[in-house]
């Protein structure tokens, strides 16, 4: 059970007065009073630039998707999680400044298109029924007419999203195999039931949006990731669909060591992997061909035209499996359908 502790000076905040209507709340002078828990909430007050393009490399093909981060920190215990290595804390940070985020939303350029969505350091909507930030969100962008806001989580928490005006929303769900999700993907929600969020979002009238990312090799691959696509083809209609993307497990070096001191039977302890250009290591280059191009032909089968990409792939890659380069970030990024639409 979670509990939340709030900055003193974060009183006045949104957030603040969205848990305090209903929940007890553990007043802090310093964050050195929190807990550092996954089961502790923090509702700080620090300043942040909140509205970021997403992070990128050179080497690899990367779209122009651009972050949000309210919070930082995430429920969930993932094996493959880059936070662990990247954030010095447990606690789910909750930046008290959502009035500042939605006005440097509302300070994007109207000369063009945005994808936006919150994601890089949290779970979109773990706990949006604590603090409705979905709610929140949806009255600011649905006055623009460049933004596509979206929601990427592993959870079902969907009650606020189906009580918002869906006009410029999407919901993504992160899918992997019931038994990959099983030893992977510690406190998520289930598949069954993050499809059925999915198909609830759908018939609201929201976007969709599925991230298989990563991939992560077994030998039992082909069968597991023909049954979850099976699974996901079945939930909603392909017309919802704005885009899925793909791609397969990829860390820092300093990862895997966590992996094994937390999670010793992972599958991610079972495989061989190269560092690559960018200083991440990967699988080999022919298991990463092999493994996106099933992936890709095996949704093919189901939904022909849904718009696929892959997130941090070499060019190279691209041109063997797609026959083409997507280019640099501006160009990439005007592939995408949803942005031709606008």
Sequence with gaps: ??????????LNSV????????????????????????????????RNTFVHRCPATK?????????TDISEGCPFDCTYCILQSYLNHDYIKVYAGFEEAAQEIRNLPKDRFYRVGTGELTDSLALDHIFNFSGYIAEVVNKSDNILFEFKTKSANVGNLLNCNPKNLMASWSLNPPSVMEAEEHG?????????????CAAHGLGIGFHFDPLIWSDNFEKDYTEVIKMMAESVPEASVKYISVSTFRFIPELLDIVRQK??????????????????MRYFKSQRVYMLEFFVKEVRKYWPDVFIY??????????RIFSFDPGEREDFEKRFPCAKNK
């Design 1 to 10: 059970m979670s509990r939340i502790y709030l900055d003193r000076n974060a």
């Design 59 to 67: 080497i690899y093909r990367c779209c122009d998707y651009y972050v």
């Design 15 to 46: 957030p603040a007065k969205a848990v305090m209507k209903d929940r007890d709340v553990t007043l802090v002078d310093s964050v050195s009073e929190v807990p550092d828990e996954k089961t502790s909430i923090y509702i700080a007050d620090e």
């Design 188 to 200: 998520t929600a289930r598949i069954q039931d993050r499809l059925k969020a999915a198909k609830d």
């Design 263 to 280: 999670f010793g039977s992972s599958l991610l302890l079972q495989s061989s992997y190269v560092k690559s250009l960018d200083g991440k």
């Design 310 to 319: 892959f997130c941090m792939e070499h060019e190279s890659v691209w041109k």
